[in-house]
């Protein structure tokens, strides 16, 4: 009996010592959406931490959340740039499920920050390498071209990122061509994503939530193009009450429209802009019609529209409808009877489900339709021709997130997409119908992904994002397809030193096909076909990364090298436009960047920013074939986008609690450019006078002179009235020490005597913008 009661008291008492360690392992899972508390729209990348375990997460692009925790009592702590901070207690003991709503800081201009997406700390943590995020918030604080505010004029004031000129929002990331980033919009593919002959890029910042920018290390979900990926979220609207915003500028105006569909279960976004050159220039014309010695000013103005509804179909469902459509029209009449105009533009149209299956697994599936048009017309007098090109694709997506535990994250998509190629189309006659004639050359493609990931976490110190995408692509009896190994790893030295590295493959099976020479841009895009095969490029990337002044700073350092295959380009006097036969007009050769990026960011306090330098090099190599002699002789030359050094400083400080003073200055190495080395006589027939011929020495062995400016902007924020409870005045200065930095160069003849023979040539310089002073009113009410 003794014996019993000794046995049986001990297995009591190791129970009593078990059970607080069997308890420990039971975990539960922790899901919600963090919204903001104003207008009830879903807050991505807010971050939702638990400080006592050391864990977290960042909240998807419709606001959700999941955590899984063991069991206990904690705190959970949910911030947001721009939101105040939020904290709640919570006892685990089943699946929970909880909505945050986040309040604006009531110190709305000085609390804007360089990332949107939670914290220093998080951005050291992360396995993913070279991604940049942006807020409209912060665009709109930044000084800009006329006032007008750019979401990818910011983006180039990243490191690695380079412009391609004054004045242009064209990307050039890691020695990458333009169209060579992959530019969505909610999803939907944009083909050309800029206004204005790439001045201003097409996205209106009252519409934009906020803008993830992949320079490396791209996850397994993207795919499509070689250099980057640019994906741009749309905002929801207020799903609380009906509010009305815009803006006032020197050469546009937005108006932006959102409200309730059902209060708290759906909402509308609607927003508009519009240019108006044309206004001043058409009074100008009619001033002086019926001179015969005036040259009429051409017509020009863009707009666009964007839209988007959401609604909350039940606990488990939300639909997701997008919409895009803008125009760019320009056109000359002369007295003489000649018309011209070029119109081209995007439209978009994107519908998104998104279920939730249980508290680990949800699904979004996108459909998606993409447009882009380019139309050339001119008439005179009797006679008329029509020049363009399309493409249209119809997409299918979809999208698994699964996370079976705390230490696993895997993602499965698949995608489906149908092109439809106008390469060119040529329509000419004249208006008594004796002639009329017509051409119209066409290709379709089918392009299908499928792609696997994991975010994996082995340990504190060690974390893991691997993934590999299997791509095809078929054109008529054409096919190709290949594997897209990604991998990135994140190793935690210390608290405040982490070490990164990146891997990615891409392959890019469309190509855009441009013709440098012309005055006004061509933009065909084209299929991999017969003897066109896709491009292919791979990236290398590792770097450092550490948290400065009590977490107040980042500094990080990362290096890159890129190899790229069938890189496209095209032999002297190609005939881009309606031609049957362009696939002769290729030629492929290979290209190589490799640089170096140092980054410096604050993000908290009264001042913040960032520095940022580049030190890159790009290079390109095309040898004879097609009968010709390659380019460059078949020698090795930098495109005309390589850039040595890049520097950029972008501050932004609060004076009071309604001025915020910001500024940025950049400067870069010249564009490589081409310019004759000499010149030599040649005179036809003896008594003939003596005619010049350039000597060219190799393409873009010369550089402009380096690219400098410095721009600056005060944003008052005014007293709020009964008709703007919030409105604000936004002055900027862009070139503010007038900079006459190099657009193109020409020569100039300098003769001996006015009517005397040409003795030499002179360089000179075009300018494109001297200081520009800007005033815009914001209101919202």
Known sequence: MALRLTVLSLLISLSALLSPQVRAQVRYTLTGVVRAANNAEALPGAAVTVPALGLGATTAEDGTYSLNLPAGRYQVVVSFIGYESQTRDLNLTRNQRLLFQLVEAGNQLGEVVIEGSGTLEQKLQTPQMSVERLTAREAKLLPALF?????LKTLQLKPGVQNGGEGTSGLFVRGGSADQNLVLLDDALVYNPSHLFGLFSVFNPDAVQSVDLYKGGFPAQYGGRLSSVVDVKLREGNRQKLGVSGGIGLISSRLTLEGPIVKNKGSFILSGRRTYFDVFTRQINNLNEGDANYNPIPDYYFYDFNAKANYTLGPKDQVFLSGYYGRDAFGFASQGGFNFSFTWGNSLAAARWNHVFNKRLYLNTTASLTDYQYNVTNRLDQFSFNLGSTIRDYSLRSDLDFAPNEKHALKFGVQGTTHRFGVGRLQAGS???????????????????VYASDNFKPSEK???????????FQSGSNAYGGLEPRGA???SLSPKTSLKASYALMYQYVHLVTNSGATLPTDIWYPSRLSVKPQRSQQVATGVSFLLGDGKYLLSNELYYKWAQNQVDFKDGAQLFVNPDLDTEFLFGKGWAYGTELYLEKKTGRTTGWIGYTLAWSKRKFPPQRGTSGINGGRTFYPNYDRRHNLTVVVLHQLTERLNLTGSFVYTTGNATTLPAGRFAVQEVFGDDLSAVPIYPDRNSYRLAPYNRLDLGLVWKLKPNRWFPESDLTFSA?????????????????RDGE??????????QVSLFPVIPAVTYNFKF
């Open 147 to 151: 006032g007008e505010v750019d979401i």
């Open 431 to 449: 208006s008594d119908g004796r002639l009329n004639i017509g051409s119209d050359v066409g290709y379709k493609g089918l392009e299908g992904a």
């Open 462 to 472: 060690w974390q893991l994002e691997y993934g590999l995408r299997l791509t095809g």
């Open 489 to 491: 790893a994140r190793y």
């Open 734 to 750: 862009y070139n503010a020490y007038n900079r006459r930095n190099p657009y193109f160069v020409y020569f100039d003849q300098v």
């Open 755 to 764: 009517d005397g023979p040409v003795t030499s040539y002179r360089a000179r």
